[in-house]
T-cell receptor, first 111, second 118 residues
């Protein structure tokens, strides 16, 4: 079993919908939780990160971390066709260097 | 400013050939990472450099994989005697410093090199 599990989708929703993306993890040592967005044939780019449990909001994006359940979420409000991409959750142990990624969820926003 | 660049962007190799993939990190970035991303999967860690020192190579799948960063800037990932299972996108990332305890040092990714082994 992988350390980080993410539903690969694909997920297809109409423009304007609220999108919920989720990951679960098994290693309780993870302290930093990231969401990366990856467009086709591009490298991942950081959307948001949170430290430990809690919520963080940035424009249309909200990241949630529930360490007691080992569960993280990314919500996208008022989704746009330009949000169509693969979304990767990633985690890192405090003091460690390497990112541990989920499988990625492929998201399509239909106009 | 310029981001992380990688070359070549695409590489086709016959099984058994050796390949070399290059990464130019963001200028001044101390840390450099290589990840392997198979089709439909998330990136998986291969190796990590702090300046010219390779501090973690625990993710390299076999001794056919070798990475170097001799002057603490450009890095090369070499794969000897390529196999079909080596087909993947190889991503390079760099960050300004080593991971501190107080916050996350963002890893900036290059566009990757797509390797196809026939």
């Amino acid at each position: 079993q992988k350390e980080v599990e993410q539903d690969p989708g694909p997920l297809s929703v109409p423009e304007g919908a609220i999108v919920s993306l989720n990951c679960t993890y098994s290693n309780s040592a993870f302290q930093y939780f990231m969401w990366y967005r990856q467009y086709s044939r591009k490298g991942p780019e950081l959307l948001m990160y949170t430290y430990s449990s809690g919520n963080k909001e940035d424009g249309r994006f909200t990241a949630q971390v529930d360490k007691s359940s080992k569960y993280i979420s990314l919500f996208i409000r008022d989704s746009q066709p330009s949000d169509s991409a693969t979304y990767l959750c990633a985690m890192i142990i405090q003091g460690a260097q390497k990112l541990v990624f989920g499988q990625g969820t492929r998201l399509t926003i239909n106009p | 400013g310029a981001g992380v660049s990688q070359s070549p962007r695409y590489k086709v190799a016959k099984r058994g050939q050796d390949v070399a993939l290059r990464c130019d990190p963001i200028s001044g970035h101390v840390s450099l990472f290589w990840y392997q991303q198979a089709l439909g999967q998330g990136p998986e860690f291969l190796t990590y450099f702090q300046n010219e020192a390779q501090l973690d190579k625990s993710g390299l799948p076999s001794d056919r994989f070798f990475a170097e960063r001799p002057e603490g800037s450009v890095s090369t990932l070499k794969i000897q005697r390529t196999q079909q299972e080596d087909s993947a996108v190889y991503l390079c990332a760099s960050s300004l410093a080593t991971q501190p305890r107080a916050r996350y040092n963002e890893q900036f990714f290059g566009p990757g090199t797509r390797l196809t082994v026939l």
